[in-house]
C-alpha cells in the first residue's frame, strides 16, 4: 500500500518507519526543509529507542522516502495519515486546528483515485466533519473518505507501541475505508484489539483516555500529599490500589505532575469541549488546576531546601517530561526551573538525552553538565526531575564527597532513603516522611 504521512514529528516518523517495515511505501511530508534534509541525509531528528536501526534499514531499501513535496506525499497514495500538530490555543487553550485545516487544504488538489484520509493528530469531536467539507470544497472530483485513527503511542516507547499496539480505534462509518485500514493492520489480527467505531466517538475516545490518565496521575499525587502528612508511603499504598484489576498499577507513580506534549494540551481542549457543549467536566477541570498548583509546590519545596544558603547552586537530574524521550514540550522539569528561575536561582542541569532539546528552550538561563556527576559538583542540593533509570543507580558515596551541601530532593523516588541518610544525605522523596 502507498501511504503519505502528513507531519514527520514524534508521531509522523515512527509511523512511517513502522509501516514501511510493514512492507509499506511510504512517503512523509513535512513543511520544515531542515527537518526533511536531515532524514533524507540519514539523520533522525526525534530520539526513540529501537527507531535508528529501522529507519537506516527502511530508508535503505527505498520503502521509506521524505519531501517537502506534498504533491510527492499525495499522488497516487491509497491512505494518508495527517499527523500534524494541534497545540492548545493560546488564548482559549481549545486545540488549534491551523496546522490540521493548512494540511487538509493543501492535500485537497492532489488527490486523484479513492484515498483514504486518517488523523492520526489528536483532534476535538467534529474535525473529521470539517476536514470533509473543506477537502470537497476545494477539489469536487476527489474520491475519499476521512476516518479517525487515533494514535496511541507513548513517547520514549513509540517503535515498541508501534508493534506491539492495545488497541486499534477505528472511526468511520464507511466499509470501504474499514476495510483498507484492515488491510493496513493485519499483521496484527488476532494480537490487538481493533475497535470500529463512528468518527466522533473515536475522536472522543482519544481525549476521554488522556484525560483519565492525566486524571490517574494527579489523583495518586493528591494521595502523595496525604501519605505525606499521614505517615503512609504512597509507592506501598499505589501498589496495594494497582493489584486491583479494576485500577491497575500503570500512571500511579507519583511525582511532580503530568507534562508533554499531550496530556496538558488534551485536558485542557476536553475540558474546553465539555464547557462549549454545556456540561462541564469538573474532573478534568480540578485535575488541570491541581496538576499546575502541583508543580508551584515543587518548585517551593526547592526553594525552601536552599532559603538559608547563600549562592546556593542548585543540581538538576531530568529535563525531559519522562524517561526515554529527549522531548521537553510542556515538561514538569521546565515549569519547575522556570520557577526557580524566577527566584534567581542558579542551576546546572543534566539529562542523558534531553540536552539539545532543554537548551532550545532555556538557553544559558542554566548552566548544562556532561553527566549526573558533573552537575552535582559544588551544589548545594540536588532535585531529581526525571525518573531515568541511571539515576537510581547513582554512587551516593561518591555524590556525598562532591557536593558543597548534602541534600537530596527526589522528586521521582528514585534512591534508597536509607542509603541516602547512611551518607549523610538530608533526604526528601514524594509520598513518605523519610526519618
Ligand atoms: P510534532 O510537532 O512533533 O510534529 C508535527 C509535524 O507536522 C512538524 O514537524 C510540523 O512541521 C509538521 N507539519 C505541520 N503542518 C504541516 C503541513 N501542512 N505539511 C507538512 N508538515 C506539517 O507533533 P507530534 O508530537 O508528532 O504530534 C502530532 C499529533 O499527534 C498531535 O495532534 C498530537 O496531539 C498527537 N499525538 C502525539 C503523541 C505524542 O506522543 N507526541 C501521541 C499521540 C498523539
Given at each position: 500500500m502507498k501511504v503519505g504521512i502528513i507531519g514527520t514529528g514524534y508521531v509522523g516518523l515512527p509511523t512511517g518507519v513502522g509501516l514501511a517495515e510493514l512492507g509499506n511505501t511510504v512517503v512523509c511530508v513535512d513543511k520544515i526543509k531542515e527537518k526533511i534534509d536531515d532524514l533524507k541525509a540519514g539523520k533522525l531528528t526525534i530520539y526513540e529507542d529501537g527507531l535508528a536501526e529501522l529507519f537506516a534499514k527502511n530508508t535503505a531499501n527505498g520503502r521509506l522516502t521524505f519531501t517537502t513535496s506534498m504533491r510527492k506525499a499525495i499522488e497516487g497514495a491509497d491512505l494518508v495519515l495527517i499527523a500534524v500538530g494541534t497545540p492548545?490555543?493560546?488564548?482559549?487553550?481549545?486545540?488549534?486546528l491551523k496546522y490540521i485545516y493548512a494540511a487538509a487544504t493543501e492535500l485537497a488538489e492532489y488527490l486523484t483515485d479513492y484515498t483514504v484520509i486518517a488523523t492520526k493528530s489528536t483532534v476535538p469531536v467534529g474535525t473529521g466533519d470539517n476536514i470533509e467539507q473543506l477537502i470537497t470544497s476545494k477539489n469536487k472530483m476527489a474520491r475519499f473518505d476521512v476516518i479517525s485513527l487515533p494514535e496511541f503511542l507513548r513517547e520514549g516507547f513509540a517503535v515498541h507501541d508501534f508493534f506491539n499496539p492495545d488497541r486499534i480505534v477505528v472511526g468511520t462509518n464507511s466499509e470501504k475505508a474499514a476495510n483498507l485500514i484492515k488491510e493496513l493492520y493485519k499483521p496484527f489480527e488476532g494480537k490487538t484489539n481493533m475497535l470500529f467505531v463512528s468518527r466522533r466517538s473515536s475522536e472522543t475516545i482519544k481525549y476521554a483516555s488522556n484525560a483519565f490518565l492525566a486524571m490517574k496521575i494527579h489523583y495518586i499525587n493528591e494521595i502523595a500529599n496525604f501519605c505525606e502528612k499521614s505517615g503512609a508511603d504512597v509507592s506501598e499504598v499505589a501498589k496495594g490500589m494497582g493489584l486491583d484489576n479494576r485500577i491497575g498499577?500503570?500512571?500511579?507513580n507519583a511525582g511532580i505532575g503530568f507534562g508533554g506534549s499531550c496530556f496538558p494540551k488534551d485536558t485542557m481542549a476536553m475540558a474546553f469541549m465539555g464547557r462549549m457543549a454545556g456540561t462541564p467536566i469538573e474532573l478534568i477541570e480540578a485535575t488541570i488546576a491541581g496538576n499546575n498548583k502541583r508543580k508551584e509546590q515543587m518548585a517551593e519545596r526547592v526553594l525552601k531546601a536552599v532559603?538559608?544558603?547563600?549562592?546556593a547552586k542548585i543540581a538538576v537530574w531530568g529535563l525531559a517530561?519522562?524517561?526515554?524521550?529527549?522531548d521537553c514540550r510542556q515538561s514538569p522539569a521546565m515549569d519547575i526551573i522556570a520557577e526557580l528561575l524566577a527566584h534567581k536561582a542558579d542551576i546546572v542541569a543534566y539529562d542523558p538525552k534531553a540536552m539539545g532539546t532543554a537548551c532550545q528552550l532555556l538557553g544559558d538561563k542554566i548552566a548544562y553538565a556532561d553527566d549526573m556527576y558533573s552537575a552535582a559538583k559544588d551544589a548545594d542540593v540536588l532535585v531529581i526531575l526525571t525518573e531515568w533509570k541511571e539515576f537510581s543507580g547513582a554512587d551516593l558515596s561518591g555524590l556525598a564527597q562532591l557536593m558543597r551541601n548534602k541534600k537530596i530532593l527526589d522528586f521521582r523516588n528514585m534512591l534508597n532513603p536509607k542509603e541516602a541518610i547512611k551518607f549523610g544525605f538530608e533526604y526528601q522523596c514524594i509520598g513518605k516522611t523519610v526519618e
Open positions: 492548545p490555543h493560546p488564548v482559549t487553550h481549545e486545540a488549534d498499577n500503570r500512571f500511579l532559603k538559608d544558603i547563600p549562592n517530561f519522562k524517561d526515554g524521550t529527549d
